[in-house]
């Protein structure tokens, strides 16, 4: 049974006295420049109760750059639009395979496995895109409404640094144009992708930003942005495929729908009772950071606060 708390704040003060030791562990994103020289030992983590009040320890309220942590939020509002139309463009079944892989695209006619890989998060933002004509710019709206922070922006540094470095996402973009799961001109789409990417937030923006994942599809000013079943379908996909090839061991260990990015952040939900945002750059070979995922095992763990 879940411990009843009433706060937080000691359970995270414990978590970051005791995972101090792994951060520093693993290595940053040096595929993309602008990231390479983040410090590994930095570490931050908060919690959004469904009211949105938040708690934190360590660098929780330092902006770093969100990354894959935003197909969460992409996924949300084309679904959100879009309706069940979207499942034409993308799955919902975890890939087995690293994020940025083309090789089951081909076998599987340009449909990405699931809207958290890059292709499949290529093709949402593709969709929202034409949905909203400016897709990043309705993510960065969204992100800065739900956490409150109109600082929020995208970082031009790191959306140049994975333009220079674009060759595989833009593979990817191509190749699935081919099959005519594209409709944007690829250079839009990838435009609109790397900003997106690019967005920098704290842990407490992020947890914040995420509430509606928790509060089955309320958005903070209590409008309704998903249905309580579509609420529960963004959860289902982030616990099976949001930590990519290590979804498995991220629900044996964690036990929450989960989302990570190569910035080092997780976004992890409590359905029902809370979020949860981790942040540590350095990263193992699958991309999921090594603090961050340790912190989000012995929170669940500490609190059994977990879908299980
Ligand atoms: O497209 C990329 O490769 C990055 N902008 C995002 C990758 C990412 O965060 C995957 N996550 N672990």
């Not at 562990?25 to 410090?39: C, F, K, T, V, W």
């Not at 919690?47 to 902006?63: F, I, K, R």
């Not at 593979?171 to 144009?177: D, E, S, T």
């Amino acid at each position: 049974m879940a411990i009843m708390l009433l706060s937080f704040l000691p359970v995270l003060e414990r978590i970051a006295e005791e995972i101090e030791g792994l951060a520093g562990r693993g290595r940053p994103a040096d595929y993309i420049p602008a990231l390479a020289a983040a410090d590994t030992g930095r570490f931050g983590m908060a919690v959004a109760e469904l009211d949105g009040t938040v708690y934190g320890v360590g660098d929780w309220q330092e902006p770093f750059s969100t990354q894959s942590v935003t197909k969460v939020y992409t996924l949300a509002l084309a679904l959100a639009r879009e309706g069940d139309i979207l499942w034409e463009h993308v799955g919902r079944e975890p890939s087995g395979n690293p994020f940025n892989s083309l090789v089951q695209l081909e076998y599987e006619n340009g449909i990405p496995r699931n809207p958290f890989i890059n292709a499949g998060a290529l093709a949402v933002t593709d969709q929202l895109h034409q949905l909203t004509g400016d897709a990043s710019g309705a993510l960065l709206d969204f992100l800065r409404e739900e956490s409150g922070n109109p600082d929020l922006d995208f970082d031009r540094d790191v959306a140049a640094s994975e333009t220079d470095r674009g060759d595989r996402n833009a593979a990817l973009a191509h190749f699935m144009a081919s099959y005519g799961n594209i409709v944007n001109p690829v250079p839009t789409l990838l435009r609109q992708y790397f900003r997106q990417c690019s967005i920098a937030a704290s842990c407490a923006d992020l947890a914040l930003a995420t509430g509606f994942l928790a509060r089955h599809g309320i958005r903070a000013d209590g409008s309704r942005l998903l249905t309580r079943s579509q609420a529960k379908q963004v959860n289902a996909v982030m616990l099976t495929c949001g930590t990519y090839d290590a979804a498995g061991d991220f629900a044996y260990r964690v036990g929450l729908p989960g989302k990570s990015g190569v910035g080092g952040g997780i976004i992890a939900v409590v359905p029902g009772r809370c979020t949860v945002c981790v942040w540590s750059p350095g990263l193992d070979e699958r991309g999921n950071s090594v603090a961050g995922v340790a912190a989000l095992d012995r929170f669940t763990t500490i609190t059994g606060l977990s879908v299980f």
